[in-house]
């Protein structure tokens, strides 16, 4: 069985279009987040194709759902997205160190 590390999970989750518009829309939305009805109407997407790219999100670890009453609200982790593009940056500009090759003779 192959372990995949949290950060590639959510970047596998973010690699698809649909699942990055949703998740670029919830980012705008705030912690308020958005109704699923509601992100269908911005993005034009079936329910069940929009509930199979939201489960990705959720299973990924980047968004979070929350039933109140019959709507179900979907906002973004934060905390996850944040600790994402942490890792992401966490070297940034530190250089690179020199690859020698070795001289044949």
């Known amino acids: 069985m192959t372990v995949t590390s949290p950060h590639a999970r959510a970047l596998a989750a973010l690699g698809h279009d649909a699942r990055l518009a949703i998740f670029r829309l919830l980012v705008k939305a705030g ?19 929009l509930a199979h790219h939201l489960s990705a999100l959720v299973d990924a670890g980047l968004v979070v759902q929350d039933r109140q009453g019959r709507e179900v609200f979907n906002r973004v982790d934060y905390t996850a997205m944040k600790r ?13 160190p020199s690859l020698s090759l070795k001289e044949t003779t």
């Open 31 to 49: 912690e308020a987040g958005l109704r699923v009805g509601d992100i269908g109407e911005h993005l034009g997407l079936a329910p069940s194709t």
């Open 84 to 96: 994402l593009v942490a890792f992401l940056t966490s070297e940034c500009c530190s250089g690179v």
